[in-house]
């Protein structure tokens, strides 16, 4: 069975760098379309980054764009979340998750990880 583990979580001072990484296990899912969310507390959970099997199509959560990057690397079967300019508004539990579609929404994911919690000081 497919799992996904995500590492890379920490605390950083507002402004700081962190990368996220999410490594798959399992069944490849190297044809999978792959996301980042992320959850706040007492919120819902929201699409921050998706890439498609290829790479070569990506799309942005608006909040984020410019400061941070998605890749993966399928040789490692490894997706990667590069926050850069980190904000407060940046703190929240990170998931990674895979989809045989196209798609921001969570009930459409495949498989989720466990989430990696990011906190950023003001």
């Known amino acids: 069975q497919e799992k996904l583990v995500e590492s890379g979580g920490g605390l950083v001072q507002a402004g700081g760098s962190l990368t996220l990484s999410c490594t798959a296990s399992g069944r490849s899912l190297n044809l999978y379309n792959r996301n980042w969310f992320r959850q706040a507390p007492g919120k819902e959970r929201e699409f921050v980054a998706r890439?498609?099997?290829?790479?070569?199509?990506?799309d942005y959560t608006d909040s984020v764009k410019g400061r941070f990057t998605i890749s993966r690397d399928n040789a490692k079967n490894t997706l990667y979340l590069q926050m850069n300019s980190l904000k407060p508004e940046d703190t929240a539990d990170y998931y990674c998750?895979?989809?045989?579609?196209?798609?921001?929404?969570?009930?459409?994911?495949?498989?989720w990880g466990k989430g990696t919690l990011v906190t950023v000081s003001s």
């Open positions: 890439i498609d099997w290829t790479g070569l199509n990506i």
């Open positions: 998750a895979a989809t045989d579609g196209w798609s921001a929404l969570p009930e459409d994911m495949d498989v």
